[in-house]
């Protein structure tokens, strides 16, 4: 199996549309925002503010040399000049009257009641329809650092990680509600679109597969608006499977309870299946119009409690609000309101793959 990495600058921008379409089948998560000096494909969409003549985007950093945009399928190269101007030494890039790169104004991010693609007061769509308006800006940066440098986890899926060093073949089960059904991946059915990049349960897999040369099975049984008491119920479809690892990732549909029912789950998939590991998610947060931080945050704090032998925290919470400080919620959902775009999914993808390290005899 070929497994096309992300890099700055890829090979893959010089492909026919039908070959990136078998290659996004096979992507892996790439290097993690937090490690590299490389920022690839961060998806950008433009709002012109209020007042203001031309539209604006931020970069998570600032870049140290001129960058590229790309159409969000990565295959048409917008120019300087014409499309955007950037000065140096900034993380803003600024639309040119005659550019070519899509936008939306400031109110139209958040239409009059009643108004078509619209969820309660903020401009709304599944599919591909923001995917569509984010264009990708690849760039090195190299003197901003991340803000909170993701700690390295200590090694908790031991079992797991064995069989990956030892070239094993694993099956990977993934518990969860839209996010990790796939939701609003390129790749996913209901936001196909180019570059066709997979979820991140899928990335998980690529990248696993492709980092140990082991054999990595999927099974996901995300669902659109699950809950953990859902989940708990779902715990003997996960047995069936006799999976090696398991992902449990719910909050973004949880009110009261989520504590109990958590507690429940982790539990129950211990004790039916006490040869597997298991990764507990702490999910991104919602729009900020919406939810604050606090309860994500709260929930990250209570599913780092339930973490012990051979279970794990993978915190998306953590990065997520860190990257929100610097961007747009509109640059990085796919549906801008609880659901993560492609870079969300890598995002994901990077936070589990920090529990997989390679030691020094399986980097050879």
């Not at 993690?32 to 031309?54: M, T, Y």
């Not at 950093?61 to 030494?89: A, N, V």
């Not at 779902?234 to 047995?239: D, G």
């Not at 997520?320 to 640059?331: H, R, T």
Request: proline share 7%; glycine share 8%.
């Amino acid at each position: 199996m070929t497994v096309t990495v992300l890099g700055i600058f890829c090979c893959r921008l010089a492909l026919m549309a039908g070959d990136v379409e078998k290659a996004g089948a096979e992507m892996t998560a790439g290097e993690p925002l937090w490690n590299s000096q490389a920022s690839d494909f961060e998806p950008v969409l433009f709002i012109q503010e209020e007042g203001k003549q031309l539209a604006t985007g931020k970069l998570l950093f600032t870049p140290s040399e001129k960058f590229r945009i790309t159409h969000p399928d990565r295959l048409m190269q917008y120019e300087e000049g014409r499309d955007y101007t950037w000065k140096p030494g900034t993380n803003v890039i600024e639309l040119t009257l005659t550019s070519r790169i899509p936008f939306k104004t400031a109110a139209q991010m958040m239409p009059p009641k009643g108004s078509p693609n619209m969820f309660a007061t903020v401009l709304h769509s599944e599919g591909h329809f923001f995917h569509d308006l984010q264009v990708q800006v690849s760039y090195w940066h190299k003197t901003d650092s991340w803000p909170v440098p993701y700690k390295q986890h200590p090694e908790q899926l031991t079992r797991v990680l064995a069989k990956l060093r030892a070239k094993q073949p694993i099956k990977l089960v993934a518990l969860g509600d839209s996010i990790t059904q796939g939701f609003n991946a390129s790749g996913f059915k209901e936001s196909y679109a180019p570059p066709y990049q997979p979820c991140y349960p899928q990335l998980v897999a690529n990248t696993l597969q492709k980092r140990f040369g082991s054999t990595v099975t999927l099974v996901n049984f995300g669902a659109a608006g699950a809950e953990a008491g859902w989940g708990v119920e779902m715990v003997p479809k996960v047995t069936e499977q006799k999976p090696d690892l398991v992902i449990l990732a719910f909050g973004m549909n949880d009110g009261g309870g989520y504590d109990t029912k958590m507690l429940k789950m982790r539990n129950n998939v211990m004790a039916a299946n006490p040869d597997a590991d298991i990764v507990l998610v702490a999910p991104m947060t919602m729009n900020p119009l919406f939810a604050g931080a606090e309860g994500f945050l709260w929930k990250a704090k209570f599913l780092g409690g339930l973490v012990t032998n051979n279970v794990a925290l993978a915190d998306v919470t953590t990065p997520w609000i860190q990257v929100l400080k610097k961007k747009n919620f509109s640059d990085v959902s796919g549906n801008n309101v609880n659901h993560p775009n492609d870079f969300g999914h890598r995002l994901y993808a990077n936070v589990i793959l920090e529990l997989f390290p390679l030691t020094p005899e399986t980097r050879k």
